[in-house]
């Protein structure tokens, strides 16, 4: 990324960094628009919008009427129309209304006007579980997505990696949809560079070196694999974790480079088992390195129901530590 | 497909002028359109009841007893003035904010606190009502409301289904194909848009530029009745005239109850981001609770002692609803992957099995 | 967020008659307020234009020289009086019905021609308009109108977005949307719902019990218009005040005109499937191109030496825009994976090297 | 399936197959209702309900305004009363305005209301490509539902499955998927039993045995399969070819038996490529059959960009024999 060593940096939770982006982000390009459901006075359920009306104004940043179809819709006029709209999803799950606009059209605008439109949109959603939200308020729909033609999709796992990836989303002339995990808003804090700088799509970050298996993982789950990880290294395995940071284009290289070297995969989702995005990952190490293979891809998981909305027992459905690590051992041993 | 008959009652022309019969101060508008006595204090009751939940439920919140739970204090006409009005053979699809109508409709009052509690025992709703649990996703059970119904008329009943939606919950897309599906196959329904001035931090100004949202009745070419969301008299009456409509096969009914979010969003939110006490100051005066009471006392149709009585029954239902509540089981872990479908796939019963082997390890 | 003013000019509350300037047999109701004669000749050639368009596309369809066609002949005063009020610094959002209205906006005919052939060349719309392309998923279009107003209201122009919908269109959730996201952000926007009796086999009487269209413009707190859709003459007069209101900043309308869809849905339909000729009898009688055409004539402002002109000169437009579209060339294989993302990713990068790979073999 | 060789048959193309499990639906079940747009008096756009109305009465089939979530979510409201919904979708495409309605409840009723409410609707809808139809309405969703917990996917490839299978799908207490391909609708006829039978969900086919390599597929692209496994045959190659009929439940064990036979795998659909149901299938095997692979699990699909409305280049986008041949090749000479 363009930060130098020598910038400023100050210390900021995910939801901070995020902020900090759209701060500058507003600052940088008069194009800029921010709306969405209660971004404007209220900054935002989470607060990621905060102070952002009273800072840039009600035309850059606005509360829209209580509709994301509306929402979507709407971005889609601006882009094409010459803005740079970033949208706020409430939750991800709140995305369905407008799976509409976002399925039909979003991203088939370059393809269908042969480039003559493109949307440089963002749209941003809070997603996943872990703390104890409403029903349909913990959806990880990132797979549906991924398999939209003509979308990005990127999930940043650090509070450094969300700002410089949410203000590379918003310089890309296409439509990017930023997903932001609940569980890591205020949970991990670090040292963030005060300067505006952008964190490239498509390019994984190795989280921990090892040379005895790969673990896999996006947003929420990357601390969950790396506890594992750390587990296992006292055990003596080395243990590579791999955070993807952007699905939509994937770090395939990365992937395999590590896979080369390990022969072991270990792939960690919250998201439902079928069709997630673990199994998209899974096969194209399956089509691209089985000789280097030396056990199954193991994929942990979420479950084939719908995430419970009974809170004594939703942690049971995310991927912890525990499972990851008996997925280690279980391709360790095999 | 099924011809639709214009209604027979001609649609209300709904003025701006919300319909009231007791004003604020408690004084009767229209003596000829009021409710019998009974009913009066049916509907007292019922309110104190529902207000009762609300004001233990922050408590309970406080003390870790209760989850996080979206507060309608001050909206009791507009809830129980409409449920009211239906029987047990009819459907209640409510939101979030609507446990005053479900515990007026007839949801037992542990199951109530269990759902709050995010328990599975407040999901399986009793098999001798036909009420919904709570909906979270805002519109989406306005078309269902309105399939269920259609299937009440196939099957020749004179059932009706009654829907909740907020003045936010009207922007969405499912609030228009609603209110049309069921003009067009004229379908038994009464739809309640709880306009409260607020969606969260949103007021209803920024929400639409409408001022009148009975007016959208029109254009659906149903009727729309703008009542006084505050006066639990006038609520139950038009939408006991909705209902009757209904179940006479002249179809569905846009009410808009005109009330207030005196409280916040839920009981974990700061509305001084977003309000200040301007925005909701002459709202207590308003309030629908004291409005009846003091119509019934000074009709002399209430005494300071029943009223004191009424305050003590209620008092001692909610907490033996509670300790049942408390005696509620815990779920297990494998029941994540329970009901799911009617037989597991063999995905779900290697699943259940992994679940059950953490259980054991 | 942005507040809202209320219209200036106050919404011309639309009555159930369709407003006119001319009846079917071409006497003018309100002299006052005709457009000037040559604006009148300017909308007849532009509708026989548009006819010419329709009537060589049933043609060409059957000589294999043209793709599915969705005709619109006899909603010409619908689609040209409309979009003839804009300038190109305006927007157009057309539904696959609405050939006849882009190109009165100003879409050449080499390139509406390629569209219909599912060329690329008509999917590239230039560079000097505002328009997209013809939309097939109903109702999308309408909030991206709004969208596209209000950027241009945010970038400080007096432009416009105008909409095309359908009366079946008017059902879906992104219709209802719309219309609130418009009026709450006041958004310079005209919305033109042509209501010409049918959603394929669907009548208007199926698709919702409303009689009148223009109404659910009052839902939204914004004007609402209804218009006789066979009178170009006054299908132009209430779009050009309507956006004028938009370019004043006095925000959305909503436009019904009313006329009729007396051909097929498309030409490979047979509407003897689901609709009789009583259906459709009368519609002739009201032929938006004669109309005016006997006005111009009975007027004195149009000879049939001058008609006859007109023919020749459209005729000879459309073979010599026929040959341009005849050059065009086919696309190659790989352009499948083209214009995906301004950067292809490695996947496709890969996945265009496999469809050249293939071209090769 | 229940029907026995005695029983008298009819030849039939699929769509006729289909519109006679429909009427055998109508006839046994009087809950069973049929609506959507243009499906009464017209009978559908591609007349799947041909006669219906006329035979059975406007309550039973009718036409619907044109909005898709009021279609779905009216659905489950008829299914949580009592009775048997079959939705028409006019095309697969056209669920997108649906999603809210099918991911946030249709899958979730029963789960949430822990049995107490169940919604046993159907939901039909031609699917892909291959015959120039309009811009959107050649679209693959299968993926989107596959992931969706909840719900069932079945996607038939003969008219003999397609009326066993739709008649299963109607008696089934649960949400049911079911998608046709258009390409097929009246390309193929066969002899089908005239009487009620049901093919069971979640038992895949096996087309044509084989030792050498095993191809799997569903709907549109079992025939394409079928070709190039013909091909290959004649040059010695022993191909299986598996028709899926159900992605929801998937019959594992059956994928898994041919797999441990042949040792090499080939998955095809004309979904787009990122994150398609293919990704699944090759994930299950990478993950359970690792020992058993000779080669990579190979993906012939679609692209990862929307299938394109210009028609002189539209049989690009789908797999054809060809391309699975070359695919077969490939993986006999790893
Ligand atoms: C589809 C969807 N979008 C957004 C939300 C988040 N949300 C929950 S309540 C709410 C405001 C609803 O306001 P209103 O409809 O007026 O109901 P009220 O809370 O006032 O009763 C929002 C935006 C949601 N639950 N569902
Ligand atoms: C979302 C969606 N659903 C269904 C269709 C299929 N369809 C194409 S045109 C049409 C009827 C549209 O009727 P109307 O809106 O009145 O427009 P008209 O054809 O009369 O111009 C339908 C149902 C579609 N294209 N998009
Ligand atoms: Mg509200
Ligand atoms: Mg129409």
């Known amino acids: 990324m363009t930060a130098t060593p020598a910038t400023q940096t100050r210390t900021m939770t995910m939801v901070a960094a995020i902020n900090d982006a759209l701060a500058l982000a507003l600052e940088r390009d008069p194009a800029v628009h921010i709306f969405g459901e209660d971004v404007g006075v209220m900054g935002g359920v989470f607060r990621a919008t905060d102070g952002l009306q009273a800072r840039f104004g009600a035309e850059r940043v606005f509360d829209t009427p209580l509709a994301e179809a509306g929402i979507i819709g709407m971005g889609i006029g601006m882009g094409l129309a010459g803005l740079r709209p970033i949208a706020e999803i409430q939750f991800a799950g709140f995305l369905y209304p407008a799976l509409d606009q976002v399925l039909s059209h979003l991203g088939r605008y370059r393809h269908r006007t042969r480039s003559r439109y493109h949307v440089p949109m963002v749209v941003r959603a809070p997603y996943g579980g872990g703390v104890h939200t409403p029903e349909q308020h913990a959806d990880s729909p990132e797979a549906i997505l991924a398999h939209t033609p003509g979308v990005k999709v990127v999930i940043p796992s650090t509070p450094r990696d969300a700002k410089g990836l949410l203000l590379a989303a918003t310089e890309d002339p296409d439509p990017v949809f930023f997903f932001e995990a609940i569980k890591l808003y205020r949970s991990v804090k670090e040292e963030v560079p005060e300067e505006y700088y952008t964190v490239p799509l498509g390019k994984a970050r190795v989280v921990m070196e090892g040379d005895d298996v790969t673990v896999i993982a996006y947003g929420g789950m990357v601390e969950v694999a790396q506890k594992a990880a750390d587990a296992a290294r006292a055990h003596g395995i080395g243990v590579e974790v791999l955070d993807l940071r952007t699905l939509v284009p994937l770090d395939t290289a990365t992937i395999l480079e590590s896979v080369a070297k390990t022969g072991r995969v270990i792939i960690v989702t919250e998201a439902p088992r079928t069709n997630g995005f673990h199994s998209e990952i899974s096969a194209t190490i399956a089509e691209e390195a089985i000789e280097s293979l030396q056990a199954p891809i193991v994929r942990v998981t979420g479950f084939d129901a719908p995430y419970p909305p009974f809170t004594s027992i939703e942690d049971v459905y995310r991927p912890n530590p525990v499972r990851v690590a008996k997925a280690i051992r279980q391709v360790m041993a095999y | ?361």
């Not at chain 2, 004003?23 to 104190?48: A, C, F, H, I, N």
């Not at chain 2, 005239?241 to 096969?249: F, L, P, S, T, Y």
């Not at chain 2, 207590?284 to 009585?309: C, F, I, M, Q």
């Open chain 2, 1 to 361: 497909m099924s011809k639709t008959k214009a209604p027979k009652t001609a649609p209300t022309p709904s003025s701006d002028e919300p319909f009231q019969l007791i004003t604020p101060e408690g004084t009767v508008s229209q003596p000829e359109r009021l409710p019998d006595v009974p009913t009066r204090l049916k509907l007292y009751r019922l309110m104190r009841r529902a207000r009762h939940f609300d004001e233990r439920a922050w408590v309970l919140y406080r003390t870790g007893r209760m989850g996080v739970f979206p507060p309608y204090g001050g909206m009791e006409a507009s809830q129980v003035g409409t449920a009211a009005a239906l029987t047990h053979a009819d459907w209640l699809f409510p939101t979030y904010r609507d446990t005053g109508a479900a515990l007026t409709y007839g949801l037992p009052l542990e199951q109530t606190i269990a759902y709050w509690r995010t328990s599975p025992h407040g999901w399986a709703m009793p098999q001798h009502l036909k009420i919904l649990p709570f909906y979270i996703p805002i519109a989406t059970q306005y078309p269902q409301a309105v399939g269920a119904a259609l299937a009440e008329k196939r099957q020749g009943t004179r059932n009706v289904a009654m829907a909740y939606i907020g003045d936010g919950g009207s922007s969405e897309g499912d609030f228009h194909e609603a209110l049309n599906f069921a003009g067009a196959l004229n379908a038994p329904c009464v739809f309640i848009l709880q306009n409260n001035g607020w969606a969260i931090s949103v007021p209803t100004r920024t929400q639409t530029r409408a001022t009148n949202l009975s007016l959208r009745a029109q254009g659906y070419g149903i009727p729309g009745v703008r009542v006084d969301g505050n006066d639990v008299l006038a609520t139950y009456q038009v939408t006991l005239e909705a209902v009757n409509r209904a179940r006479n096969g002249e179809g569905p009914t846009l009410i808009e109850t005109v009330t207030y979010r005196v409280k916040p969003h839920t009981v974990a939110d700061d509305p001084s981001r977003y309000r200040s006490d301007a925005d909701t100051a002459g709202w207590d005066a308003k309030d629908p609770v004291r409005r009846l009471r003091t119509h019934l006392l000074s009709e002399g149709h209430l005494t300071e002692k029943e009223d004191a009585e009424i305050t003590r029954e209620i008092e001692a239902e909610f907490e033996a609803a509670l300790q049942v509540a408390d005696r509620f089981p815990e779920p297990t872990p494998a029941e994540i992957v329970d009901h799911v479908f009617a037989e597991p796939t063999p995905q779900l019963v290697r699943q259940r099995a992994q679940l059950l082997a953490e259980e054991q390890a």
